[in-house]
Every structure is written in C-alpha cells, then in structure tokens.
C-alpha cells in the first residue's frame, strides 16, 4: 500500500508514533512517505521503503504569519497525484486532519484524479487543549467528521473527544506501540551508569522524560524526588526540554539539589538511558496515552505515575506499576521509596512491565491493526 503520513516533526507522542509508524509499515513491504516541515525527530536514517517529503511554507510580506495549512495542503495535492497515495494519514488534529480534506476537495475537483482516503489519528492535546479551544473547536470537529476514518490512541482520549468537540464519526481505538526491537534493556552499559550515577554518591537512579509542558507538571517531579531524596540516596535525570524546564532547573538550585539533579535536554537515544535507571516518573495532570510510561516499561523501568486518561489503560496498579490521584505525591513518594528499597518489588513490578508491553503494546502487535484498518478503509482485503 502507498501511505502518506502528516505529522508533526518536533518532539512529541505524535510525531513519534506516526515516525515509528512509518519505518514499521516501510519494513513490511509498504511505501511510506513522511511529510512534515523537518526531518521528524525518530526519522532516523535511510530506510528502503521509507521517504521525507518537505513542507516549505514561504513568508511573504503580505502575510503576518506563515500559511502552513495552506502550504500543506498544496504538498499533499502534489504528492497525492505524483505518486498516487492510497492513504493519507492526518498525525494530529490540528491542522492535518484540516489540511488533508482540503486536499482531498481539490483532488476530487479534478477529473480523473485519484484521490486517496483521508484517516485521522487522534494524539491528545490536539483535542483536550487545542482542538477544545473555542477559536479552533468548530472547524476541528468538521475535519474529524470529513475524515474517511478516524483513530484515538486510548479508549480515554475517544470519550474526551466526544465529550469536547460535536463529533458523529466512528472513532476506533489503537493504542500507541514501541517497536520492541529497540525498545527493551540494553546491558553491559556499567560506565554510563557510573557516570550517571556514581556508586559513592549515589545508589538509585530516577528519570522523568517529557517535553516539559505544564501538563507535565515538572515540579511536582521535582518534589517528588526532593521527599525520596530523604529516604534513598537517589540521582535524577531530566530529558527533554520545554517552556517549563528553566522553572524547573531554577527550583532544583534554590532547594539544594543542583548536584542531585542532572537535566540533559532533548535525547534522541533515550532506550541507554532508560537502561540504567531504576524509576520513572510521571506525575502528569493529563496523559492521553502515556508513551513515555510505555516505553519506560519495555526497558524494564517501573513506573510511577498519575491516574489519568489513557495511563490506566497502559498500567495495571499493583502489578506492572503503580498509578496515584494526580495530587497525592505522598503515595508517589511512598510507591517510588518501596521500589527504589525493595530489590523483590522492584524486579517484580520490572519483569510485569516488560511482559505487559510485550504481549499488548508491540510494534508487531499494533503495525497489524493499522494495516488491517487501511485495508478497511480503502476497501481491499
């Protein structure tokens, strides 16, 4: 099948999933192309099958802004008669699904043309905070409806859609996946751990990756670590960057804990660093999915986490990790301090972690469901 993939090239689920995506469907014989205004951050390198198509969206005095949907979309309606897409695949709301049914209207103007299905995933802030604002609300959930099809990547984001936006079509949920190729515990990296964590200052190593957002809620990380710190003589690494970070690293030096706490900006290799750590935290306000929990966990990581939108869908509390009301940062303290001091727990909650990915949230579990559901949707078998 010939797919055209939309998405987001910054940091971010999206733009992750829908890369991923594209490389696992380019490795089961499929032709894939990505477009998108950059080379998407986990693109990687040359990949048979798997092509980047850039947006150039030109500033012209006459504008105050860049006019990308309108650039998009002229990229798609190129692309799309060049090349012949059976599927076009919208990342995010906002503005791909928006950008894609235009292009579709000026294909299906066009006599002769092909015009390939329009299918839209849902990622989560493109409806719970963007796609939800009343500036956008209106011609998100149109887009939505025009699609051919739609996706969510978590039962939780599916209802907040319906909750939020004046939606009628069918939405069908696919959850996020981890190409468990890559994704599982690296050994032999003794001297990353040492340096990361050196044995005569520190015995636990903790991590938090996220683009550092307020939903995120950063410096609840942070007090997170600081009551841990009271019990375990425990390191934390930051990964990632974002609005709230300089708030964050700021807080870190005011309280004492500049040495204790290590923020090492955007990482496109996080599978080394998850490999030596002992605890991951995510005490976020919101998670559509949780694809920074799920990754964690395939690596052997346990997790600590909100009880929120798609994370109980990831996480079975008690037994592959544990999930907390989002303001209870003493039972995240109590649940990390038992993990980071108990070997057995640990180990448990690691080994049901892993299984859980393995058996449910698969590359080769997920990749199937999309392929099926382009199949659906264009109407071969």
């Known amino acids: 099948m010939n797919v055209g993939i939309v998405c987001y090239a910054s940091v971010g689920g999206s733009g992750i999933v829908a ?6 469907l380019a490795d089961r014989g499929h032709e894939v192309h990505i477009i998108s205004t950059d080379p998407p951050f986990r693109l990687g390198e040359f990949q048979t099958g798997l092509m980047f198509h850039r947006v150039e969206t030109p500033a012209y005095p006459l504008f105050r802004e860049p006019q990308y949907v309108l650039s998009l979309t002229n ?21 791909h699904a928006t950008a894609a049914y235009l292009a579709r209207q000026i294909l299906s103007a066009t006599p002769g043309a092909h015009v390939p299905k329009i299918i839209t995933t849902l990622h989560g802030t ?30 939780s984001l599916k209802r907040e859609t319906y909750k939020a936006l004046d939606v009628r079509r069918d939405i069908r949920v696919i ?15 003794d001297d990353l751990r040492q340096r990361l964590c050196p044995p005569d200052r520190f015995d636990r190593l903790i991590v938090h990756t996220s683009n550092f957002r307020p939903v995120k809620r950063a410096e609840a990380v942070i007090e997170i670590f600081r009551r841990v710190r009271e019990r375990v003589r425990a390191r934390l690494l930051l990964v990632g960057d974002g609005p709230d970070l300089a708030k964050v690293t700021h807080g870190v030096h005011e309280m004492g804990l500049g040495s204790e706490v290590v923020a090492l900006g955007e990482q496109d290799q996080v599978v080394p660093l998850l490999s030596v750590a002992d605890l991951f935290l995510l005490p976020s306000a919101q998670e559509s999915f949780g694809l920074a929990a ?24 008690g037994a592959d990790g ?21 070997p057995a727990l640990h180990e448990r909650v690691s080994a049901h972690g892993r299984l859980t990915v393995q058996k449910r949230f698969c590359a080769d579990e997920i990749v199937p469901k999309y392929e099926a559901f382009y199949r659906e949707v264009v109407g071969v078998s």
Do not use: W
């Not at 890369?19 to 696992?24: A, H, I, N, R």
């Open 126 to 155: 493109d409806i719970t905070l963007v796609g939800s604002d009343p500036s956008y609300s209106e011609t998100v959930a149109f887009s939505i409806d025009q699609s051919d099809a739609v996706t969510a990547v978590s039962e």
């Open 75 to 95: 990229a798609v309606v190129q692309l799309s008669r060049e090349l012949a897409f059976d599927v076009v695949h919208a990342h995010y709301a906002v503005p």
């Open 294 to 317: 799920l990754e964690a966990m395939a690596c052997g990581v346990p997790v600590v986490a909100s009880r929120v939108g798609g994370l109980p869908e990831v996480i079975t509390d």
């Open 322 to 342: 544990f999930l907390c009301d989002p303001d209870d940062l003493d039972g995240m303290t109590r649940r990390a301090v038992a993990l980071l001091t108990d």
């Open 175 to 189: 959850h996020n996946f981890v190409d468990c190729r890559h994704y599982y515990r690296r050994r032999s990296l």
């Open 19 to 24: 890369t991923e995506l594209g490389k696992c």
